[in-house]
């Protein structure tokens, strides 16, 4: 079995100070991690994937996240949020031998005070 | 342009109905998902489909169908023995799932569905 832990679930930050949004996973797989963003109202967007290649991912809107499969770790960061950056993010796993199904996290709120 | 379309955005529902989602895709994707979300919880998937004409049972599967005769399209009926309805319905799909092919899913942008 595969889970996902995201280990808070509310963040606060000031605009322009880092990100640091935590994920631990379990498979007994050799995994892919994913990191989505969700506005209110709105679909997920994709941020970055880790597919067993780099272990440090650069997404989009300067985010980027470490694989470290010794802590089975995929922290979520960046280096100066902005204002627009507020909103939900999930941590997602799959692996092959979980029928390659998507297991979500519960979601972190991220909010950023001017 | 690529992507994944769900209609309507906004939809009420009386009790004792049946409403459909819509959901459909130009992505050239085999496999296609519905997740329902509430109001600070994840994702909770409801069904899946790998193929056209196949169908799986995710985990809050009671009360709901779903159809795929086509590979761009994965209906939802919220039938009316689904209790508890309100919530935000999530469609994606991803190019397959077989081995090897951890792919990324792709989201439509939800139907808020609220029982009236």
């Known amino acids: 079995a595969q889970s996902v832990t995201q280990l808070d679930s509310h963040v606060s930050v000031s605009e322009g100070t880092p990100v640091l949004l935590r994920c631990n996973y379990s498979?007994?797989?050799?995994?892919?991690l994913f990191w989505y963003v969700q506005h209110p109202n709105k679909g997920l967007q994709l941020l970055l994937k880790?597919?067993?290649?780099?272990?440090l991912v650069k997404g989009i809107n300067g985010f980027e996240a470490e694989f470290k499969k010794s802590e089975t770790s995929f922290h979520l960061t960046k280096p100066s949020a902005h204002m627009s950056d507020a909103a939900e993010y999930f941590c997602?796993?799959?692996?092959?031998?979980?029928?390659?199904?998507?297991?979500f996290g519960g979601g972190t709120r991220l909010m950023v005070k001017p | 342009d690529g992507g994944i379309t769900q209609s309507p955005k906004y939809l009420f529902r009386k009790e004792g109905q049946n409403v459909t989602l819509s959901c459909e895709q130009n992505?050239?994707?085999?496999?296609m998902y519905w997740y329902r979300q509430d109001p600070g919880q994840g994702l909770r998937l409801i069904y899946y489909?790998?193929?056209?004409?196949?169908?799986q049972k995710g985990d809050i599967a009671e009360g709901y169908s779903v159809s795929r005769e086509k590979k761009e399209s994965f209906p939802l009926t919220v039938t009316s023995a689904q209790k508890n309805p309100t919530a935000f319905y999530l469609c994606?799909?991803?190019?397959?799932?077989?081995?090897?092919?951890?792919?990324?899913?792709?989201f439509g942008q939800g139907t808020r569905l609220t029982v009236v």
């Open positions: 994606a799909s991803r190019k397959g799932i077989r081995p090897g092919m951890n792919t990324e899913a792709f």
């Open positions: 997602v796993v799959s692996a092959n031998n979980a029928g390659n199904m998507l297991t």
């Open positions: 880790y597919t067993s290649a780099a272990t």
């Open positions: 992505l050239n994707h085999d496999a």
């Open positions: 498979s007994s797989y050799s995994p892919s």
């Open positions: 489909s790998q193929i056209v004409n196949d169908f």
